[in-house]
């Protein structure tokens, strides 16, 4: 276990390492400058009177209007001023709202899931409210300031919980620019605002190498929001925010070169957390043409384009869903719509037009609302149509044909993976997700939850001996990250469509993936060898009434078959876990083919 923290730690990079350490160091013994600034919010409206012409034939996202919603799915029929202090998943509160936030625990038993506290103060609810006031609703306007004061008294300038996280701030402040935008309040700006914007720039700006240590989207939000809230200040004459400004802006270009690679993969191997990379970056560039700002370089500009494309070959048109690829945290900035929180094409289609320069869906739909809210003009281009495609920096494999989308994943791990999903493979059928992943639930619901839905068991893949592929060293991260062998391109003959891959694990068990896909079916050759006792393949099927007869699964039209070059012990359908939305879960069927000897294992999906 030594040598596994060793070599992960050199994974990580002794300077990522470095920053954290000097970062926790500093604030602990008080000379990290965060724990010495000050600041007050000035009274008076943050918001005036909208005074522009009114923009409603315009739909505007209607999620807080007589209701509150959370994490896409969780609403509260009520229209009052949230409990800024309140945690929606476990129904407590924080005992000591006043604490500096640097005094408060990240992960609290007593009062449960953090993010059930931080998700009102994410200001989608600004958003909405601003929508309204555009379309001639004079109440919203009074209500907007009314939240704002009350969040602003009970979260005074770094103390409480919803100071503690840079990222949470920096959501906030990208969320008042897009208001001010869309109510035409960005250049001539309440100092109420003003204040707000400054206090929340004092505190990220100080933690920043903290959120680029992580390797993630912490880094990408926190450089917007510098880059944002300090092009802003410019703007109104305050030349404090040019510092802001110009870190901001360093930040941006650096994250975009090193966490999204050539192919436009993300860091962190998640459609969720790549959608909140992209809406990050989409809102920088609305910001930067809506100010006239320069523009960032050309190779900021080709990552852009390429992870912008990278999402839209993962989405689905018919529902806008996309595969639950690794941790879901049930993020989704920008809420310009009311659409699902699955539905992944306003962003893919306001970052198309953005850095494609063409619509990725040529029909009109809700996917272009934030296009019209943001006064951004729709081109009458479109950018090349989705198709089989291999993403070979970031590991991937898409295979399409015209009902079908197949995903499958392999390890090319350049940072942290926070899954072992190693070779797991998704099956859509006209939209809906046939084959799926399991997701993430929770964060913080417990150490049986985590290695669940963080393991092998919650993928379509193969376990050896009851052993996730990596094991797990912490809450956030696997160790002796896997390396793919044996990678073998798309190939089309005869309309079928084949690629194929597989690892050697830490303990030398071995797996090897092949795919055919067909008009008719899909089948997966998988062989095993190196294990101890068992391999166990899992397929994870949709919800539905599914029997087994022999060898044979089968609902309806559908009918998994299963065949093995060596004796199978056992085929059987047992009851998995499934969490499509953060924190909430449900059960769904899967299936386990048992072996306890090397050999291969065929599954023929028939879905014609």
Not at 49 to 58: A, F, P, Q, V
Not at 89 to 94: A, E, I, S
Request: proline share 4%; with cysteine.
């Amino acid at each position: 276990m030594i040598v596994t923290k060793i070599r992960t730690v050199v994974a990580l990079g002794i300077k990522n390492i470095g920053r954290v350490f000097v970062y926790r160091l500093g604030v602990k013994l008080g000379f990290n400058s965060v724990k010495k600034i000050r600041a007050s919010i000035e009274s008076g409206v943050f918001f005036k009177k909208y005074e522009c012409d009114l923009r409603s034939n315009i739909e505007i996202n209607a999620q807080w209007l007589d209701h509150q919603c959370y994490f896409g799915w969780q609403y509260h029929a009520s229209s009052k001023i949230p409990n800024w202090h309140y945690n929606i998943f476990t129904g407590r509160t924080v005992k000591e709202p006043m604490l500096p936030w640097w005094d408060i625990p990240d992960f609290d038993p007593q009062l449960g899931d953090i993010k059930g506290v931080w998700e009102a103060s994410r200001f989608d609810w600004v958003l909405c409210f601003a929508q309204q006031v555009a379309t001639g609703d004079k109440d919203a306007l009074d209500k907007l300031n009314l939240w704002l004061e009350d969040w602003c008294t009970n979260n005074p300038p770094y103390l409480g919980i919803n100071w503690k996280c840079g990222q949470e701030a920096s959501i906030r402040v990208m969320h008042l620019a897009i208001a001010a935008l869309i109510l035409k309040q960005h250049l001539k700006t309440s100092p109420a605002l003003v204040s707000l914007i400054k206090a929340h720039l004092q505190r990220i700006s100080p933690t920043l190498s903290y959120a680029m240590a992580q390797d993630n989207n912490h880094g990408t939000s926190e450089a917007a929001a510098l880059y944002i809230g300090g092009s802003w200040l410019v703007q109104l004459g305050d030349t404090a925010g040019d510092p802001y400004h110009k870190q901001g802006l360093k930040w941006l270009e650096n994250r975009a070169k090193r966490l999204i690679e050539s192919d436009g993969g993300f860091s962190q191997y998640s459609t969720t957390y790549h959608r909140v990379m992209l809406d990050t970056y989409s809102m920088v560039e609305v910001w930067r043409q809506k100010l006239n700002l320069e523009q960032f370089s050309d190779k900021l500009y080709t990552k852009l384009s390429a992870a912008t494309n990278w999402l839209y070959q993962f989405s689905q048109f018919e529902t806008g869903d996309a595969p639950n690829l690794g941790a879901n945290d049930g993020a989704r900035l920008l809420p310009l719509t009311a659409t699902d929180y699955r539905d992944f094409r306003p962003s893919v289609q306001l970052a198309s037009v953005l850095f494609n320069h063409g619509k990725a869906w040529e029909p009109e739909g809700n996917w272009d609302l934030p296009l019209h809210w943001l006064n951004i003009s729709i081109p009458k281009e479109v950018v090349l149509p989705q198709c089989s495609t291999q993403f070979s920096d970031s590991g991937y494999f898409i295979l399409r044909n015209s009902t079908c989308f197949i995903m499958l994943n392999y390890p090319k791990y350049h940072f942290r993976p926070s899954q072992a999903d190693a070779l797991h493979l998704d099956f859509w059928l006209q939209g809906e997700n046939i084959l799926c992943d399991a997701g993430t639930y929770s964060y913080n619901a417990g150490e049986n939850y985590i290695r669940y839905f963080g393991g092998t068991k919650s993928h379509n893949t193969v376990e050896f001996d009851d052993k996730d592929q990596m094991p797990r060293l912490s809450r956030f991260l696997l160790g002796n990250w896997l390396k793919s062998k044996n990678i073998k391109p798309i190939g089309i003959e005869q309309n079928v469509q084949t690629c194929s891959v597989g690892y050697v694990g830490f303990n030398k068990v071995r797996h090897d993936r092949s795919i055919e896909l067909s008009d008719f079916d899909l089948k997966v050759i998988d062989q095993v060898s190196g294990f101890d006792t068992k391999a166990v393949l899992r397929w994870r099927l949709k919800q539905g009434e599914w029997k087994i007869s022999g060898n044979v699964i089968y609902n309806g039209d559908h009918r998994l078959t299963i065949s093995a070059s060596i004796p199978i012990k056992r085929i059987e359908i047992v009851e998995g876990s499934e969490s499509r939305y953060y924190f909430q879960k449900r059960l769904i069927p899967v299936v386990e083919v048992e072996v306890e000897q090397p050999g291969t294992i065929t599954s023929i999906y028939k879905y014609n």
